[in-house]
């Protein structure tokens, strides 16, 4: 009897995670909306790719992970006449995605889908651009995800994703170590290689994936929770504490953290805690049919029905 690996992520948790954090969501994500404001200034390299016209607009455009919405609105002004779809897996977050974008009534509205991103509701090869800003991270199993992806692109649509890369709090990771080597507090996160090669493993072609190290400055340990709390960024690992961390343990580590004060950060920020963000971007494009996807049980190649040719006995 096969023996299957236990999940890394409580998708139930993430879920409860980002709903509770909904309501305040969009002024507190700071750090998000950069990188988001990153990943759509990409979308101007469409422009520059040999053979693709520069008025080109998509039909569907899927926002995974699209939180409220501030993506998906920004490429409804890209592409007006685009349909737009925020898929998110928390209800609340998705409630605070604004459906129309200004007053003009030609203008479709965004629509909103909650779905897990696992096992995507869509059609096979019927979205032309799919963005994702660091929602990858809360995944167990990133080929199968990008499978996933690549399912439901259509052949040369554009994958535009961001995730957390392995030195993301890496301060926070060791400090609550000393304090505590019961269970783990922070999320381990994919390399850039491991990401690189779940992209390539998934069948995607010419992939461009870049790295940046981030840092923020906060005044305490307590502030720094708070805004991870904040930001639904909690410890949604299945081997996490399940009870609250006690006075004791949280004052060690925020003693094991003090000796990094300042580490890293310049200027006005210099006499704060350092928390450090690992930024990993990737860009590739969705292949022809027929390219091998990663299943549950090992490789699987998908075909159009025109495609298979069919010998007609006289």
Known sequence: ????????????????????????????????REIEARLLESLDLLA??????????????LDVGSGPGHAAQAMRERWPKARIVAL?????????????????PLRA??????????????????????????????????PAAFAGFRRVLRPGGLLLCSTFGPDTLWELREA????????????????????????????????V????????????LPALMRELRAIGATNALHARRHTLTGRARFAAAAAAYEPLR?????????ALLPASWEVITAL?????????IRGQGGEIASFPADRIRVRRRA
Not at 178 to 200: C, K, N, T, W, Y
């Open 1 to 32: 009897m096969k023996r299957e690996t236990p999940l890394l992520f409580d998708a139930r948790q993430v879920r409860r995670s980002f709903s509770r954090a909904s309501a305040g969501y969009a002024s507190a994500a700071e750090l998000q």
């Open 48 to 61: 520059l790719v040999p053979g693709r016209d520069a008025r080109w607009s998509p039909g569907l455009v």
């Open 88 to 104: 998110d897996l928390s209800l609340p977050m998705l409630r605070q995605v604004q459906p129309r974008s200004g007053w003009n």
């Open 109 to 142: 509205p965004v629509d909103r889908l909650c779905a897990d991103l696992r096992t995507l509701p869509l059609a096979d090869a019927s979205v032309d651009v799919l963005f994702s800003n660091l929602c990858l991270q809360w995944i167990d199993d990133l």
């Open 176 to 207: 609550f170590a000393r304090a505590d080597d019961e269970a783990p507090h922070v999320s381990p996160f994919a390399s850039i290689a491991q990401f690189g090669d779940a992209l390539m493993h998934a069948g995607f072609r010419d992939p």
């Open 209 to 220: 994936l870049d790295r940046d190290l981030l840092m923020r400055g906060h005044a305490d």
């Open 262 to 270: 300042g580490a890293g950060l310049m200027g006005a920020q210099a």
């Open 284 to 292: 590739a494009w969705a292949p022809e049919p027929g390219a091998p």
